[in-house]
């Protein structure tokens, strides 16, 4: 049977067929022990009160497969998965393994959502109210040394303008672009002067509540200290951020898509800061490709990992750096770049979500839907912070589980599982979360 707590917060058992376990999903949940063959009839073992509006019908699922053979049942731990018609899940016997390999805070994975489904929620925003006045955007495209490169950062920097302008919402005012050889009064010389007078006025156009994301498109290098190649002069990570301190705005993100862009990591890391660099250090000097694939997950219906409707700058870095790490894999060469992510402020960054890394990130949209609800609903900005507290004590839990007794490992797992459930169906239907009778 259901238990207890699980029938609390109301959910949808589907058919024993199973469900597909793809990443970035969110909503935990719980089931019954249920063992035997599959039922394929259809027939749903138990329903009770659904979790979400939407959740309609169990069809959709598929079996899921660990490892060489498909997964028993058991009552350890398990996943939601999402299909066109609905919800479905099937509790599944997970090692600690399997769940570092899911995530480390067992988030439920997504699946299956229709791309006709993703597209609608993704519709391109024009520039007119629905402009998001709290973001700001900064792109340099530094000295490209030869043709070749020089048309390359061209189309890069004209198509991240256009995915920030008409896809994620950002104001045209509020987006400055220096470029090496500029293209009309919306453009500036990327020059050491220009990129001092762009920051200089940014302190008094951004405040507390912005968000700043700044884009280096071109050639980085590492002799002693990192720097980005401008036109003229070089600019290095320990003067990018002095001009970053200097701003008002509490969140800033930070992508360095340049060569030897590793070493940006340390000097830019700090609080409420996300900085993703190319490479993972200052000797991988090759043009990079992150780039390229970074701006096709901003186009990637299934870049938006979790299906929610928009596109987190995590669910964009895995998206990039899986198409980077794969483009070298085809082209069976050896990888001269692996990007990394910091958003802890440690300055140690790391490729995937770990380390304490990637959860400000999972949380900073580039989309402006979710980020101006949380900004205008104090209730829902405390959800936010609810859930991201939950995540990480269930991440330091599992770390525990070899020193606990596995009743009591279990229990307290299902109770952060339920009250997780509770902060996501709440920030879902922005509300408060429902509390114990």
């Not at 770049?337 to 440690?346: I, P, T, Y």
């Amino acid at each position: 049977m259901v238990s207890k707590e699980a029938r609390g917060i109301g959910v949808k058992v589907c058919n024993p067929s199973g469900c597909k376990r793809v990443a970035g999903g969110r909503f935990p949940i719980y089931r019954e022990q249920t063992t035997g063959s599959d039922n394929r009839s259809g027939a749903h073992p138990e329903r009770v009160q659904d979790l979400f509006p939407e959740a309609d019908t169990p069809s959709g699922c598929k079996r899921v497969w660990i490892g060489n053979r498909w997964s028993a049942l058991r009552f350890d731990h398990r996943l939601l998965s999402r299909n066109p018609s609905g919800w479905c899940m099937k509790k599944l016997s997970i090692s600690l393994r399997h769940l570092r390999f899911i995530g480390s805070t067992l988030l439920l994975f997504a699946c299956g959502v229709s791309p006709m489904v993703a597209q609608s929620n993704q519709t391109s925003v024009t520039q007119s109210a629905n402009a998001d006045r709290s973001k700001y955007a900064v792109i340099i495209s530094g000295a490209s040394g030869e043709p070749a490169y020089a048309k390359q950062f061209e189309q890069w920097t004209s198509s991240l303008r256009s995915a920030l302008l008409n896809r994620f919402g950002f104001a045209e005012d509020r987006l400055k672009v220096l470029t090496e050889k500029p293209s009309g009064a919306a453009e500036a010389s990327a020059t050491a002067e220009e990129v001092k007078r762009v920051f200089t006025s940014l302190r008094t156009e951004v405040n507390a509540d912005s968000v700043l994301f700044v884009f280096l498109i071109g050639h980085g290098s590492f002799d002693k200290e990192a720097k980005f190649n401008l036109v003229g002069r070089d600019f290095s990570a320990a003067e990018y951020n002095a001009l970053l301190a200097a701003l008002p705005a509490q969140r800033i993100v930070i992508f360095n898509m340049a060569s030897a862009s590793g070493e940006f990591i340390k000097p830019l890391a700090g609080k409420e800061r996300v900085v993703v660099t190319a490479t993972r250090s200052g000797q991988e000097t090759n043009a990079t490709r992150f780039m390229e694939y970074f701006l096709a997950a901003l186009k990637a219906a299934d870049a938006d990992a979790d299906q929610d409707g928009h596109i987190s700058v995590l669910e964009a870095f895995n998206y990039a750096n899986r198409l980077t790490a794969e483009f070298y894999t085809r082209a069976g060469r050896l990888a001269t770049e692996h990007a990394l992510l910091d958003d802890n402020g440690d300055g140690v960054g790391h490729q995937k979500m770990e380390g304490g890394d990637g959860l400000l990130a999972r949380a900073t949209y580039l989309d402006s839907l979710s980020v101006a609800q949380a900004a205008a609903n104090v209730a829902t900005a405390k959800l936010l912070k609810d859930r991201a507290r939950l995540e990480t004590e269930i991440a330091q839990l599992i770390g525990r589980k070899s020193s606990m007794k596995e009743a009591q490992y279990e229990a307290e797992l299902e109770k952060l599982f339920i009250e997780l459930a509770k902060v996501n169906r709440a920030i879902k239907q922005g509300a408060a979360p429902a509390t114990e009778e």
